[in-house]
């Protein structure tokens, strides 16, 4: 079975009335082993429950939605991103991450029951309505999400092509609601965007990539393609922008590591099972020769986006210039259930170069910069830590070894940790209003390539 990770939710739990009918999924659940008697009884338990709520609830409700909510409530129980997706669910998962989905283009979580916007994805009615990181959705077309599962509150907010819906937010430094109207479109994922910069060391290649979707990878080389086709193969480096990337598949975390590195560890995963347990590396071919690389992250840079800043800061093939990264270190493994969805469960942890798991701790920068003079005005407020019933950090053994740091460039000693008061505000359509940009192009220019690397290819 293939490892699909990311910032996803999933999960399932089946449970029969008569012992009879427990006999087979419980022999599964406990291998050669069979279940202790406090097994049956808490089963027993819950089946003495789900009867007095179908004979005396004040309304007979559906035994699927009581079945559904028993098994969402059990795993997020266990951490926030293990779920059970019933079969619409399931499939509206698979589209998203094929890289197109109908909706707002939001990217969204659940935080001490409130559900909470990580990003808009750009060029979406979420982006052009103007909804920020942080924005609270506390109403969608007047009703409530308080109680709303995050499911629930996803599949409310998607529809039908030019239908309209109305979204109430409460949003940090204003004690009004603010009211978006938007009208849902085909979500079209442009996963990868780039263009060339210019720097005092020449010109630049910046690469964004917004999620590991299944077309991460390619995009990102056909991106590198593009640019050095622009640039008539003449450029001095990268930046390589994973602000605000929620993450996606393991497998394009890992492709897209492979993309710059020409050896060394990737990522390696932990499970529960150590016959499970994976290593990936280097391949040796990197696409950019050696050129400076230069990554950008903040608060929102989560999972997959995690293992690949990881994997080129500790492989000193980049420098990392931003904020903290969210902390997300958990693989969540699809395991599809016959005719009824999906479960989405949390299997392993993963682990950087460095012998370490991210979890909860994220990724510190080389050189710390903020977005805001404001913090307060910043998303790095939310982290994996905030998230109810998160892992703490395992990590306890000895970090092997890594390529010795080498020194920061001189210029480096002259970025200010955040942008100065009179700074414009930043418009997306402007990159000279992007603080953190302008910074990571005053920093690559001072960089020199890497040798070794160059010198392989």
């Known amino acids: 079975m ?24 419980l022999s599964r659940a406990f291998g050669q082993a069979s279940p202790s008697d406090s097994t049956y009884q808490q089963l027993s338990l819950f089946g003495d429950i789900l009867s007095q709520i179908k004979q005396n609830y004040v309304i007979d409700p559906p035994t699927n939605k009581l079945i559904y909510d028993a098994a969402n409530g059990m795993l997020s129980g266990l951490d926030p991103h293990s779920n ?14 094929s890289g197109q989905f109908g909706g707002l283009g939001l990217e969204v979580t659940e935080v001490s029951g409130l559900l ?12 052009r309505a103007g909804i920020k990181p942080g924005d609270i959705i506390v109403e969608i077309n007047g009703q409530a999400t308080d109680g709303l599962s995050l499911d629930d509150a ?28 938007l009208t849902r479109e085909i979500i079209k994922i442009d996963d990868v965007k780039s263009k060339l910069l210019t720097s005092t060391a020449g010109p630049i290649g910046y690469i964004r990539l917004d999620s590991f979707d299944e077309n991460a990878d390619p995009h990102i080389r056909a991106a590198v393609k593009s640019l050095n086709k622009q640039a008539h193969g003449h450029i001095h480096g990268y930046i390589l922008d994973l602000r605000d990337n929620p993450g996606g598949l393991l497998d394009q975390a890992v492709a897209v590591s492979d993309d710059f590195l020409s050896s060394g560890e990737i990522v390696s995963t932990h499970g529960r099972h150590a016959e499970d347990d994976q290593v990936w590396y280097a391949q040796g071919d990197d696409i950019v020769h050696g050129a400076p690389m230069v990554v950008l992250t903040n608060a929102g840079t989560a999972s997959a986006a995690e293992i690949v800043t990881a994997a080129l800061q500790q492989n000193r093939r980049a420098l990392v210039l931003g904020t903290k990264t969210f902390g997300k270190g958990s693989v969540q493994t699809i395991i599809p259930i016959d005719n009824e969805g999906a479960l989405r469960l949390t299997t392993a942890l993963y682990f950087t170069p460095s012998g370490k798991s991210i979890q909860d701790y994220g990724v510190t920068p080389n050189i710390h910069v ?7 005005d910043s998303f790095s407020e939310l982290r994996e830590t905030d998230l109810l019933h998160a892992f703490t950090n395992p990590t306890k053994e000895k970090a092997p070894p890594l390529p010795p740091a080498p020194p920061l460039p001189p210029v480096a000693a002259s970025i ?23 910074m990571a192009l005053k920093l690559i220019a001072d960089m020199k390539p890497d040798t070794t690397t160059t010198a392989s290819n």
């Not at 100065?420 to 940009?437: E, H, I, R």
Request: hydrophobic share 35%; net charge positive.
């Open 2 to 25: 293939r490892l699909r990770s990311g910032l996803m939710l999933g999960g399932i739990f089946l449970v029969g009335l008569a012992a009879g009918s427990l006999t087979q999924p």
């Open 84 to 97: 059970y997706m019933n079969a619409q669910q399931y499939a509206d998962m698979q589209v998203q991450t």
């Open 116 to 127: 909470k916007v990580i990003t808009p994805i750009d060029d979406t009615p979420g982006a």
């Open 154 to 181: 996803v599949s409310r907010m998607r529809g039908a092509p030019g239908t309209k819906i109305t979204l109430t937010l409460k949003r940090n430094g204003i004690n009004t609601p603010v009211h978006v109207t």
């Open 370 to 376: 903020a977005d805001s003079a404001t913090p307060a």
């Open 416 to 438: 200010p940790a955040k942008p100065p008061a009179n700074w414009p505000a930043f418009d997306p359509t402007k990159p000279s209003t992007d603080f953190q940009l302008q």
